[in-house]
């Protein structure tokens, strides 16, 4: 299995190139399901769940090509056309699944373009148990018929969904994509309250739209969507990854560097930078992004210093950026109480970032964070660290280059989830991070 090697201790400087969101590129992969024409989608960023998401797209009878590179390259990703012209299978199977749990957004998709679908419980991982039910119980408010049997769920709508609505009782992503993918095709209105606004939806919804869908409220936590007979064909640029953006403004912050996110959408991010900004961080909006660090006008005094966060559904601090903002606070000037309020195990980092010397103590959903940033502060120091999940893999990264001496990261396959070329993109700033592959 790969390693990576970091040896850490240098500012980073230059410019990073964002790529396209993989949690906005999945669920548009899966709208390709509801329409017999093709879906192009550009900006694509090069990452493992895109592929497997490629690989259950084709099992199901989804032609799919990759149209190339992008002229701009870089940043501007890779092109997909997908074409669900006939579906060939309605099953998606455990061995897909278990490898990548957002395979669950073809649930909707099939039960609304073809009646019926079988696809496997995604089944927990290393953050929670990461339950479906929002999904199921929605999908029967507009008819379907639904059983688990076997590992799998098991959903029918014989006569096509109806008409309805599904009031979410917590906020969740993916139970509002596959609720907005299946109201699509629906036979009347279907109304989604308590739906999640995160950006990754808002771009779902628009190229929906663009296929042919008739969806209102786009940005809201109401949508209201008038099913019609097919979609279309559409030509779709998935927005820039807004966590890849703020892990690497972080990665600036915590090296003392200054770096400009080329391609970043401050807009997607407001929480997130105003944190960074309440820490003392430089945050400046350019013509290309955001650059993060450095010096504005009124010289900054001293360096980060802890703040108190607390994770919440958009637009609040995001979940996925919670690991990577405690490896910041681990070298801040203070103490920093972070709160994990989505998921119920997302804590698996802190033991990890101990080991190279971070103070912390987890009391039930909240970390208390005792920076080594002030005056006299020891800092962090490099040892070989085990990632666990994609964001707790990426904050062990980030303290790292902040860690005086060399920091081995093992099983770096969950950092290829969700992080195009990350060790391209910070040796490009001056890090000294290198992929070992065994
Ligand atoms: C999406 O996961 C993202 N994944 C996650 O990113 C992200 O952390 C999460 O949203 C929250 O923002 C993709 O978009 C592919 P949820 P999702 O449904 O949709 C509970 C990353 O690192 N819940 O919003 O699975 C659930 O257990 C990944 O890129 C139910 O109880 O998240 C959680 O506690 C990690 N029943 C909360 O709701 C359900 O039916 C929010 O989950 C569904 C969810």
């Known amino acids: 299995m790969d390693k990576i090697r970091i040896r850490g201790g240098r500012s980073l400087r230059g410019k990073i190139p964002i790529s396209g969101a993989k949690n906005a590129a999945l669920p548009l992969m899966a709208a390709s399901l509801l329409s017999d024409e093709t879906l192009v989608l550009r900006n694509l960023p090069h990452l493992a769940d895109i592929a497997t998401m490629t690989h259950l797209l084709a099992q199901h009878g989804v032609e799919v090509s990759m149209a190339g590179e992008h002229p701009g390259g870089g940043h501007m990703g890779h092109v997909l056309k997908l074409r669900a012209g006939a579906i060939s299978s309605t099953e998606a199977p455990y061995d897909i699944v278990r490898k990548m749990r957002a395979s669950v957004l073809v649930l909707g998709p099939l039960l609304a373009r073809c009646g019926q679908a079988r696809v496997s419980l995604p089944g927990g991982c290393a953050i929670g148990t990461r339950p479906v039910d929002m999904h199921i119980r929605g999908l029967e408010a507009l008819g379907a018929e639904i059983e688990l049997d076997d590992g799998y769920i098991i959903a029918k709508a ?24 299946a109201a699509c095709l629906a036979k009347g209105e279907v109304v989604l309250e308590n739906a999640a606004r995160e950006p990754e939806v808002g771009d779902l919804a628009n190229c929906l739209n663009r296929m042919g869908a008739r969806i209102e409220g786009i940005g809201g936590d109401t949508l209201r969507i008038q099913g019609v007979d097919r979609l279309g064909a559409a030509d779709y640029a998935v927005l820039p990854d807004r966590i890849e953006a703020a892990t690497y403004a972080i990665a600036a912050a915590i090296t003392g560097g200054e770096v400009e ?41 001293g360096g980060v210093i802890g703040i108190d966060v607390t994770t919440a559904p958009y637009p609040g601090f995001p979940t996925d950026l919670q690991a990577q903002m405690m490896a910041l606070m681990a070298v801040a000037d203070g103490a920093a109480m972070i709160t994990e309020t989505i998921f119920e195990n997302r804590f698996q ?90």
């Not at 062990?396 to 770096?412: D, K, Y």
């Open 158 to 181: 014989p006569h096509g969904l109806q008409g309805g609505v599904v009031v979410f009782p917590r906020i969740s992503v993916g139970a509002t994509e596959n609720l907005l993918m």
């Open 261 to 301: 996110l080329i391609g970043a959408q401050p807009e997607t991010m407001e929480a997130v930078l105003a944190a960074l900004s309440q820490a003392n961080v430089n945050v400046q909006r350019t013509e290309c992004g955001i650059r993060i660090g450095g010096t504005d006008a009124g010289e900054r005094n």
């Open 349 to 438: 980092h802190v033991p990890e970032l101990m080991r190279m010397g971070a103070d912390i103590a987890v009391k039930g959903a909240t970390a208390m964070v005792r920076g080594s940033g002030g005056p006299g502060g020891s800092g962090l120091h490099g040892a070989p660290v085990m990632a666990t999940d994609l964001r707790a893999s990426v904050s062990l990264v980030l303290a790292g280059l902040a860690s005086a001496g060399e920091t081995m990261i093992n099983r770096v396959y969950h950092l290829d989830r969700g992080y195009e070329r990350l060790e391209e993109k910070l040796s490009a700033c001056g890090a000294d991070i290198v992929r070992l592959t065994e």
